[in-house]
Protein backbone atom coordinates (compact mmCIF):
# COMPACT_ATOMS: atom_id res chain seq x y z
CA UNK A 1 0.00 0.00 0.00
CA UNK A 2 1.05 3.20 -0.41
CA UNK A 3 2.26 5.33 2.31
CA UNK A 4 1.41 8.93 3.79
CA UNK A 5 3.10 11.16 1.49
CA UNK A 6 3.71 15.21 1.42
CA UNK A 7 4.21 17.58 -0.76
CA UNK A 8 6.37 19.89 -1.13
CA UNK A 9 9.44 18.12 0.29
CA UNK A 10 10.95 21.46 0.83
CA UNK A 11 9.54 25.07 0.69
CA UNK A 12 11.81 28.07 0.93
CA UNK A 13 9.88 31.39 1.36
CA UNK A 14 9.93 34.89 3.00
CA UNK A 15 8.76 36.45 6.14
CA UNK A 16 5.12 37.37 5.64
CA UNK A 17 4.39 34.90 2.91
CA UNK A 18 1.79 32.30 2.92
CA UNK A 19 2.94 28.54 2.19
CA UNK A 20 0.29 25.55 1.84
CA UNK A 21 1.46 22.40 2.62
CA UNK A 22 -0.62 18.87 1.59
CA UNK A 23 -0.85 15.54 3.17
CA UNK A 24 -2.45 12.63 1.43
CA UNK A 25 -2.97 9.78 3.92
CA UNK A 26 -2.98 6.25 3.50
CA UNK A 27 -5.90 5.29 1.88
CA UNK A 28 -8.82 4.32 4.02
CA UNK A 29 -7.42 6.05 7.26
CA UNK A 30 -10.19 7.86 8.94
CA UNK A 31 -7.27 9.61 11.25
CA UNK A 32 -4.82 11.84 10.15
CA UNK A 33 -2.35 14.29 12.27
CA UNK A 34 0.21 16.90 12.16
CA UNK A 35 3.05 17.28 13.63
CA UNK A 36 6.35 19.31 14.11
CA UNK A 37 9.34 19.70 14.68
CA UNK A 38 10.81 23.45 15.06
CA UNK A 39 14.87 23.60 15.17
CA UNK A 40 16.38 22.18 18.06
CA UNK A 41 13.46 21.29 19.83
CA UNK A 42 11.55 17.88 20.01
CA UNK A 43 8.49 16.80 17.58
CA UNK A 44 5.89 18.23 18.81
CA UNK A 45 1.85 17.20 17.82
CA UNK A 46 -0.13 19.91 16.41
CA UNK A 47 -3.57 18.32 15.34
CA UNK A 48 -5.68 15.76 15.04
CA UNK A 49 -8.29 14.61 12.42
CA UNK A 50 -11.36 12.42 12.28
CA UNK A 51 -12.46 12.43 8.38
CA UNK A 52 -13.12 16.39 7.77
CA UNK A 53 -13.79 16.58 11.69
CA UNK A 54 -10.98 18.73 13.64
CA UNK A 55 -10.90 16.24 16.69
CA UNK A 56 -7.84 18.21 18.65
CA UNK A 57 -6.19 21.22 17.65
CA UNK A 58 -4.40 21.75 20.86
CA UNK A 59 -1.54 22.05 19.63
CA UNK A 60 -1.70 24.44 17.02
CA UNK A 61 1.03 27.44 18.20
CA UNK A 62 -1.73 30.12 16.80
CA UNK A 63 -4.04 31.40 14.22
CA UNK A 64 -1.51 31.93 11.14
CA UNK A 65 -1.45 27.90 11.31
CA UNK A 66 -4.95 26.54 9.24
CA UNK A 67 -5.20 22.70 8.53
CA UNK A 68 -8.29 21.49 6.76
CA UNK A 69 -9.22 18.50 5.72
CA UNK A 70 -12.25 18.94 3.50
CA UNK A 71 -13.89 15.65 2.27
CA UNK A 72 -12.20 13.73 4.98
CA UNK A 73 -9.30 12.42 1.91
CA UNK A 74 -6.28 14.77 1.83
CA UNK A 75 -5.27 17.80 4.09
CA UNK A 76 -3.61 21.03 3.78
CA UNK A 77 -1.55 23.22 6.49
CA UNK A 78 -1.40 26.93 5.58
CA UNK A 79 0.66 29.62 7.09
CA UNK A 80 -0.14 32.97 6.82
CA UNK A 81 1.60 35.00 7.04
CA UNK A 82 4.92 32.97 7.94
CA UNK A 83 7.60 33.89 10.48
CA UNK A 84 10.55 33.34 10.70
CA UNK A 85 10.58 30.85 14.44
CA UNK A 86 7.79 28.51 12.10
CA UNK A 87 10.79 27.21 10.13
CA UNK A 88 11.01 23.41 11.06
CA UNK A 89 10.25 20.04 9.24
CA UNK A 90 6.11 18.99 9.12
CA UNK A 91 5.11 15.48 9.21
CA UNK A 92 1.68 14.55 8.79
CA UNK A 93 0.78 10.85 9.76
CA UNK A 94 -2.69 8.68 9.33
CA UNK A 95 -4.25 6.04 10.97
CA UNK A 96 -7.00 3.34 11.08
CA UNK A 97 -8.36 4.36 14.22
CA UNK A 98 -7.26 5.79 17.87
CA UNK A 99 -6.89 2.51 19.73
CA UNK A 100 -3.61 0.69 21.14
CA UNK A 101 -3.91 -1.05 17.90
CA UNK A 102 -3.76 1.50 15.49
CA UNK A 103 0.10 3.39 14.99
CA UNK A 104 0.46 6.09 13.10
CA UNK A 105 2.25 5.84 10.02
CA UNK A 106 3.95 9.20 9.40
CA UNK A 107 4.86 11.04 5.72
CA UNK A 108 8.83 12.20 5.06
CA UNK A 109 7.51 15.65 5.85
CA UNK A 110 8.19 18.85 4.85
CA UNK A 111 10.75 20.82 5.13
CA UNK A 112 9.81 24.71 5.54
CA UNK A 113 12.43 27.49 5.69
CA UNK A 114 11.20 31.07 6.01
CA UNK A 115 13.76 33.45 5.52
CA UNK B 1 1.32 10.63 30.00
CA UNK B 2 3.90 8.95 32.32
CA UNK B 3 7.65 10.11 31.40
CA UNK B 4 10.12 8.13 29.96
CA UNK B 5 13.58 8.45 30.27
CA UNK B 6 16.31 6.91 27.50
CA UNK B 7 20.28 7.10 27.59
CA UNK B 8 21.13 9.92 25.00
CA UNK B 9 23.15 7.87 22.31
CA UNK B 10 24.39 4.43 21.84
CA UNK B 11 26.78 2.27 20.00
CA UNK B 12 26.67 -1.22 18.32
CA UNK B 13 28.44 -3.19 16.52
CA UNK B 14 26.10 -4.82 12.70
CA UNK B 15 25.20 -7.77 12.83
CA UNK B 16 25.48 -7.62 17.02
CA UNK B 17 22.15 -7.10 19.30
CA UNK B 18 21.09 -4.20 19.67
CA UNK B 19 19.42 -2.96 23.41
CA UNK B 20 17.87 0.26 23.94
CA UNK B 21 17.19 0.69 27.13
CA UNK B 22 13.77 2.76 28.57
CA UNK B 23 12.55 3.96 31.99
CA UNK B 24 8.87 4.79 32.27
CA UNK B 25 8.45 3.96 36.46
CA UNK B 26 5.49 6.35 36.87
CA UNK B 27 3.44 3.77 33.70
CA UNK B 28 -0.16 3.65 34.74
CA UNK B 29 -1.73 0.07 34.59
CA UNK B 30 -3.80 1.41 31.21
CA UNK B 31 -0.62 2.67 29.28
CA UNK B 32 1.13 1.19 26.40
CA UNK B 33 4.76 1.00 25.77
CA UNK B 34 5.22 2.55 22.09
CA UNK B 35 8.91 2.35 20.58
CA UNK B 36 9.08 4.43 17.30
CA UNK B 37 12.09 5.48 15.26
CA UNK B 38 13.47 8.19 13.18
CA UNK B 39 16.05 7.97 10.53
CA UNK B 40 17.86 10.70 8.91
CA UNK B 41 15.57 12.92 6.53
CA UNK B 42 12.60 10.54 7.05
CA UNK B 43 9.44 10.12 8.92
CA UNK B 44 9.05 8.97 12.41
CA UNK B 45 8.76 5.03 12.08
CA UNK B 46 6.52 2.64 13.98
CA UNK B 47 8.23 -0.43 15.45
CA UNK B 48 6.39 -2.40 18.36
CA UNK B 49 4.11 -1.79 21.32
CA UNK B 50 3.41 -3.57 24.32
CA UNK B 51 1.16 -2.97 27.56
CA UNK B 52 3.13 -6.08 29.90
CA UNK B 53 3.77 -8.99 28.17
CA UNK B 54 6.64 -9.51 25.56
CA UNK B 55 6.18 -8.70 22.14
CA UNK B 56 7.91 -9.36 19.34
CA UNK B 57 7.37 -9.14 15.26
CA UNK B 58 9.67 -8.38 12.41
CA UNK B 59 11.20 -5.90 12.90
CA UNK B 60 12.22 -6.49 16.62
CA UNK B 61 11.50 -7.27 20.16
CA UNK B 62 9.72 -5.52 23.35
CA UNK B 63 11.10 -6.69 26.63
CA UNK B 64 9.06 -5.24 29.71
CA UNK B 65 9.65 -5.92 33.24
CA UNK B 66 6.92 -7.66 35.64
CA UNK B 67 6.53 -4.60 37.60
CA UNK B 68 6.34 -2.06 33.94
CA UNK B 69 8.74 0.27 35.33
CA UNK B 70 11.14 -0.05 32.46
CA UNK B 71 11.59 -1.79 28.84
CA UNK B 72 14.07 -2.56 26.33
CA UNK B 73 13.97 -2.73 22.67
CA UNK B 74 15.85 -5.49 20.98
CA UNK B 75 16.95 -5.34 17.49
CA UNK B 76 18.19 -8.81 16.95
CA UNK B 77 20.76 -8.38 14.02
CA UNK B 78 21.28 -4.69 14.05
CA UNK B 79 22.32 -3.24 10.18
CA UNK B 80 23.79 0.21 9.40
CA UNK B 81 19.96 0.94 8.11
CA UNK B 82 18.80 0.48 12.12
CA UNK B 83 20.77 3.73 12.66
CA UNK B 84 18.35 5.87 13.77
CA UNK B 85 17.22 8.36 16.64
CA UNK B 86 14.98 5.69 18.79
CA UNK B 87 12.03 6.79 21.09
CA UNK B 88 10.01 5.13 23.70
CA UNK B 89 6.96 6.71 24.50
CA UNK B 90 4.14 5.82 27.11
CA UNK B 91 0.75 6.48 25.86
CA UNK B 92 -2.87 5.76 26.83
CA UNK B 93 -4.24 3.00 24.47
CA UNK B 94 -7.91 4.85 23.66
CA UNK B 95 -8.94 7.86 21.56
CA UNK B 96 -6.94 11.31 21.44
CA UNK B 97 -3.99 9.40 19.87
CA UNK B 98 -1.52 11.84 20.19
CA UNK B 99 2.26 11.15 20.56
CA UNK B 100 4.56 12.81 22.99
CA UNK B 101 8.17 12.27 21.42
CA UNK B 102 11.38 13.22 23.51
CA UNK B 103 14.68 13.13 22.40
CA UNK B 104 14.85 9.58 22.30
CA UNK B 105 18.68 7.43 21.94
CA UNK B 106 20.19 7.83 18.78
CA UNK B 107 21.56 4.50 18.17
CA UNK B 108 24.84 4.10 15.79
CA UNK B 109 25.39 0.87 14.23
CA UNK B 110 28.81 0.38 13.07
CA UNK B 111 30.25 -1.36 10.49
Known amino acids: EAGVTQFPSHSVIEKGQTVTLRCDPI?????LYWYRRVMGKEIKFLLHFVKESKQDESGMPNNRFLAERTGGTYSTLKVQPAELEDSGVYFCASSLGTGYNSPLHFGNGTRLTVT | DAKTTQPPSMDCAEGRAANLPCNHS???????VYWYRQIHSQGPQYIIH???NNETNEMASLIITEDRKSSTLILPHATLRDTAVYYC????????????FGKGTLLTVNP
Open chain 1, 27 to 31: SGHDN
Open chain 2, 89 to 100: IVRLGGSNYKLT
Open chain 2, 50 to 52: GLK
Open chain 2, 26 to 32: TISGNEY
